[in-house]
Every structure is written in structure tokens, then in C-alpha cells.
């Protein structure tokens, strides 16, 4: 599984526009890209997914560049409530092929 | 939105007993997972499962862990003998396809 490096926490203001970025080196060709969010005593939740190029969903938006090195998460107009950890994972998805391997994650925190 | 149900939120146990934390996940879901999370730590991947058996099982489940399907509905993870540093919360999930696992609230175990 490719291992995953993102910030370990970042700031932010209602209203403002996020980008978390996650780097993934070694990721492989059949690997997805896979953004979790997790509140304190609660479990991760499904954020958003992608394999190359962007890909945007009610929630958040997910850009892929060509060499899939890396991926940003993009929140829109963050609020109080998206203060939570963001993990990046990466690999094969589901099934008997994978388990998620989290990292730290990114703590983010927004200020009114 | 389909949820993934667990039961007990919070179960307090002395150290020594057997416990059995269950779950119901989405009822068209395939895979089933156990996860835990120390305290301020990493969320950790336990065991998944299968066409009604174990397929993948990390270091740390170990002999004193067991997972059972018993019926169509629900999954379980019994730990035979918890030592205190079983204390953690235990998340499930499940899921049918790539697009994502579904984790339900947690379990939070305590051992005294």
C-alpha cells in the first residue's frame, strides 16, 4: 500500500475555500485515492473518491494531476462544522483485495 | 442514507471477561470490517470479512479476538479475555464495491 503524507493540522476561517494536499509517491497504477472525514468519537466518513483528473461531489472536490503523486482535497466555503481530522488514503478498495491503512490525517480547524 | 448500526455505544468491562460487540451493516454490503482506534491514536485495522470468513487479519487480532456472522443481518467481534489495553473504540464497516467503506458510530470499550 502507498504510503500517504499530508499536513498534520491546518487553520482555516468560515467561508474560505480549503485545500488539503496528500502526496502518494508510490502509488500504483490500479490505486484510487480515497478522502475520509472523522469527527472526535465517531467513525471516518466517506468523503470523496478518484483515480486521475477531478472529481467533484456535493461535499468536496478532488484533484488528481497527471502523474497521481499527489491529490488535493478541495472544501468550498468551509463552516464550523467541517472542523474535523481528514485522512488520505490510498490503494485498492474494498473487499478481500484491502483494508484502509489511515495515517495521522490533517486536523482541521475553523474559526468563526 | 443506509447506516452501519452498532451496539452498545459504551461498554465498561473488567479485565479478564468476554466481550461481544455487534454490529448490522448495510444489508446489500458483501465485506465487513472491525477497526479500532486507541485513544488519540491511528485508526487501526483489525479483520475483514468475507463470504462468511475471515480474509485478511492484522497483527494485532490475535487469538484472544473472534468474528462471527451468525445470522444475515448481524456481525460481531468477541474478545475473549480484555486486558486493559483493549480500551478503544471499535468501529465497523462494510462495504459492496469501490466506493467507499461505510463505518458505523463506534463502540466505545472500556476496560477496568
Known amino acids: 500500500l502507498a504510503k500517504t503524507t499530508q499536513p498534520i493540522s491546518m487553520d482555516s476561517y468560515e467561508g474560505q475555500e480549503v485545500n488539503i494536499t496528500c502526496s502518494h509517491n508510490n502509488i500504483a497504477t490500479n490505486d484510487y485515492i480515497t478522502w475520509y472525514q472523522q469527527f472526535p468519537s465517531q467513525g471516518p466518513r466517506f468523503i470523496i473518491q478518484?483515480?486521475?483528473t477531478k472529481v467533484t461531489n456535493e461535499v468536496a472536490s478532488l484533484f488528481i494531476p497527471a502523474d497521481r503523486k499527489s491529490s488535493t482535497l478541495s472544501l468550498p466555503r468551509v463552516s464550523l462544522s467541517d472542523t474535523a481530522v481528514y485522512y488520505c488514503?490510498?490503494?485498492?478498495?474494498?473487499?478481500?483485495?484491502?483494508?484502509?491503512?489511515f495515517g495521522k490525517g490533517t486536523k482541521l480547524s475553523v474559526k468563526p | 442514507e443506509p447506516e452501519v448500526t452498532q451496539t452498545p455505544s459504551h461498554q465498561v468491562t473488567q479485565m479478564g471477561q468476554e466481550v461481544i460487540l455487534r454490529c448490522v451493516p448495510i444489508?446489500?454490503?458483501?465485506?465487513f470490517y472491525w477497526y479500532r482506534q486507541i485513544l488519540g491514536q491511528k485508526v487501526e485495522f483489525l479483520v475483514s470479512?468475507?463470504?462468511?470468513?475471515?480474509?485478511?487479519k492484522s497483527e494485532i487480532f490475535d487469538d484472544q479476538f473472534s468474528v462471527e456472522r451468525p445470522d444475515g443481518s448481524n456481525f460481531t467481534l468477541k474478545i475473549r479475555s480484555t486486558k486493559l489495553e483493549d480500551s478503544a473504540m471499535y468501529f465497523c464497516?462494510?462495504?459492496?464495491?469501490?466506493?467507499?467503506?461505510?463505518f458505523g458510530s463506534g463502540t466505545r470499550l472500556t476496560v477496568v
Open positions: 444489508s446489500n454490503h458483501l465485506y
Open positions: 464497516a462494510s462495504s459492496r464495491d469501490a466506493y467507499g467503506y461505510t
Open positions: 470479512f468475507y463470504n462468511n470468513e475471515i480474509s485478511e
Open positions: 488514503l490510498v490503494g485498492t478498495n474494498g473487499g478481500s483485495q484491502g483494508n484502509l491503512i
Open positions: 478518484g483515480y486521475k
